[in-house]
């Protein structure tokens, strides 16, 4: 369980202070679905660094299954537990996707688990195993393979932060189904998604909204959803005015 | 022949690191320990000699040979020795072999240690070549640890070659020169891989000239400098014919590390495409975060990405 005690996170760009995340106070139960929603620019992302440690709240505190973890770093915040999907994943020159899924297991994996993990993403394993995590890849194969990475780890709890960015309608489809998957397997543990996709809104147990840095609504899917269709923070799709990669329409 | 069990254990190690050597090898063989032959063996297709002086071989390998490999290491675990040897190797039509060099030196003494190895390969027409040499250093003396190859290579009609140059650990000091010249339809690929540390320096120059009509190279390196080491990577590529050539220099810097990138094109011929790449910069911030999401500590993650860089 992730609990967030009045988190508030500030920066200073052009010598003005500005709060991007004010005084948010969550909690993510164990076995549960969220997804945080909002407007862009709303501090989702903010948010979601924040929990896995990449930035540091300017104030208040992060509990994870009853410890502070406010002060711990990226790394020991990983190892108790806490995995994150990044919006736009990175890329490695000769580091292979096996080389990958290993260091995200963080022990001893044989070929036949990191084929599983490929395939729950949507992916031939035979194709991508050996491939090097580099540009060769597309933005949506890099996008499932991040999320095959947080499958590997399995942990207490999983971040993805805007999943469906930069991948293609067909693909987006198939994610909703791996977090699908990911929420009947959650047996213990928490999954946290940013997202303002209605469909990934829709596999929600809790939907959070968080406008201009604060938490503005929060509640049962069945409660808020209703209230965020035809707005910004629940998009049907993949909007036609988005880039699109290999002809389709990129998220 | 060579008595393995007789050669001691430092030995035994440091042919493991440059030749992933465990036993005697199959087929020809040289090892040379501490400036002298340590065993040798020839086989039917492949005739090893020594050179009267006793500095360096003459390989010949008849043409046609095909799967054999020749595997010439050369360790050093004496303080103060410095040698140079030449060692030439002439490939015969349509064979298609394995060439393993490789020199390993441990110093644990205060005078330098040296090993200059020339190397010339003469490879015949249609003629396929894998050729394979690790550089690695070891000890806790003061005495450098001192490697300076030069490599020649012609290559006839039709000929091939790859070239793998590794040095990634405990050489003080480089300087490694590299010349081919390739015939019509020859194709020559090399991979460097290098890393430096401490004070250590490394000098790679390569001039690849492409003299025969469909001739293509493509030289690629990619190296690591730590700490306040310094490396210099000189690539050059000769157009003379209507050939193809690529050549790529990519680096991470580190530390007080300082790296100069040189590539070099020189087309003399209308059809030459040459294409020279290199870059240079430090391992990005988000790729140690991302390791480090995966429960690496942000040393562990450097290590992955150097790793996996030079693989």
Known sequence: MLELKNVSFQVNADGQDKEIVRDVNLTVPDDKLVVITGPNGGGKSTLARLIAGIEKPTSGQIILNGEDVTSLSITERARKGVSFAFQQPVRFK?????????????????????????SAVGLCAR?????????????????????????????ALSVFDEPEAGIDLWSFRNLIEVFRSMRQHIHGSSILIISHQERILNIADEIVVLKEGRLTARGAKEEILPTLIGTESAVLDCRRDRPTEGGNVVC | MLNWKEMDEMQKRLLDEVADLHEIPEGAYNIRANSQSAGRASTA??????????????????????????????????????????????????ADVLIVAGCGIDNCGSQDSEHDGIHRFFVGKGAHVRYVEKHYGSGSGTGKRILNPGTEVYMEENSSMEMEMVQIKGVDDTNRTTTAELGAGAKLIVRERLMTHGRQNALSTYVVRLNGDGATADVVSRSVARDHSYQEFDAKLVGNAACSGHTECDSIIMDRGKILAVPGLEANHVDAALVHEAAIGKIAGEQIIKLMTLGLTEQEAEEQIINGFLK
Do not use: W
């Not at chain 1, 991508?128 to 942990?155: M, P, W």
């Open chain 1, 127 to 155: 194709d991508y195993i050996d491939r090097e995590v580099n540009a060769s890849l597309s933005g949506g194969e890099l996008k499932r393979i991040e999320i095959a990475t947080v499958l590997a780890r399995g942990s």
């Open chain 1, 94 to 118: 000769g580091i292979q996707v096996f080389d990958l899924l290993r260091l995200a297991r963080g022990g001893k994996l044989t070929i036949a688990e990191a084929c599983e993990y490929l």
């Open chain 2, 45 to 94: 297709h492949i005739e090893i000699i020594p050179r009267e002086d006793g500095k360096g071989l003459t390989v010949n390998i008849q043409p046609g040979t095909k799967n054999e490999s020749v595997h010439i290491p050369v360790v050093m675990t004496e303080s103060g020795l410095k040698e140079l040897v030449y060692n030439d190797f002439h490939i015969g039509e349509d």
